[in-house]
């Protein structure tokens, strides 16, 4: 699986608009500028470093365009080319113009992604970018079980008659000696190769018997509900607290990792996999406990939104949210459920998760 990077572009109009979708095809782009970098577009400085112009498409019009994609492809901060996902999959993004085939591409709806271009003469970026690209391409095809055929350059959208009239990413494409229609075996074949190492893994499935209240765990792509029923892909993409101790190989998931939605869903066990354990125990007093520190200091947030419990813990009442990602005094802290530690805000309001604050 590819280490994606989710950083939701929260004040983009396309993000607020969230009109649902249920995706059909992919549509590649690439971004006609010269530059790599992730940051150029994407608002995660932890991961891609700081956009000092502050242009990147996490506000309502990026350079006064109403533009979103799903995602973006370059340089992270440590010159490592990954995905960094800013919409979430189940909403349809402002990519490649209205068309004559339907406004707002849901007849039928693509995931869109662009692959930051450079000066278009390195040879290795080329093909370490792409070769990203086909992976993630392979990855949304299982997830979302869309057809390899689907797979739609911008150019061809256009074509085809629901894109602007552009002709990315094939030109690019072009100085390499390569095709959409290369690029699209390339995803054929890792489709066909991961295919073989899933079956040999479904074999050998077992139970993980160490999931406890508290856990941060991940769910696998082939995860189902305990009912049967299939997960979504947009809460497969995430990472969830358990919220209760394990029935045998039940598991209620609930929160999920950055705080903005609660489902309280029964999972499989086989399906989870632990990504990080609580400080609490499921078998220990779910009371949270003093920690001595260096209190008062002050914290940046670096959550879109970190809800603020009534006491240390997710087994506590919400009490309101911050959506700033202010910076924020805190006067004592604590062990609790569902994170390493939490901090009491000096103004009285409740208790927050510290592992989503930078100490300052």
Known sequence: ?????KAYAVKNLCYIAAQKMTPQGIVVHS??????NLKRYVDAV????????GNHWNTATPGGR???VHAFIGYDKNKQIRVAEILPLNICCWGVGKGKKGSYNTGPAY????????????????????AVAAEYCAQLCREHNISIDNIVGHCEAYKKGFGSNHGDPEHWMKKFGETMDDFRKRVSEILKTNEGKKENKEETVTVNASIEKGDLVSIASNATYYNGKSVPS?????NWYVSNTPSGDRVVIDKNENGTNSI????????LTVVKKAKVSA??????????SDCPYRVKITADCLYIRKGAGTNTAKVGSITDKGVYTIVEEKTGVGATKWGKLKSGAGWISLDYVRKI
Do not use: R
């Not at 932890?46 to 112009?53: F, L």
């Not at 390195?122 to 093909?127: L, W």
């Not at 309280?264 to 399906?271: A, F, L, M």
């Not at 078998?283 to 001595?292: I, L, M, R, Y």
């Open 1 to 5: 699986m590819l280490n994606i990077i």
């Open 31 to 36: 971004t006609g500028a010269n530059n790599p």
């Open 46 to 53: 932890d991961e891609v470093g700081v956009n000092q112009y």
């Open 66 to 68: 109403k533009v979103c």
């Open 111 to 130: 995931i869109q992604f662009e692959i930051c271009e450079d000066g278009l003469n390195d040879k290795t970026y080329y093909q370490k970018a792409f």
């Open 234 to 238: 947009w809460v497969k993409n995430q």
């Open 264 to 271: 309280c869903s029964p999972i499989h066990k086989k399906y």
């Open 283 to 292: 078998t220990a007093n779910t009371e949270s406990k003093p920690v001595v």
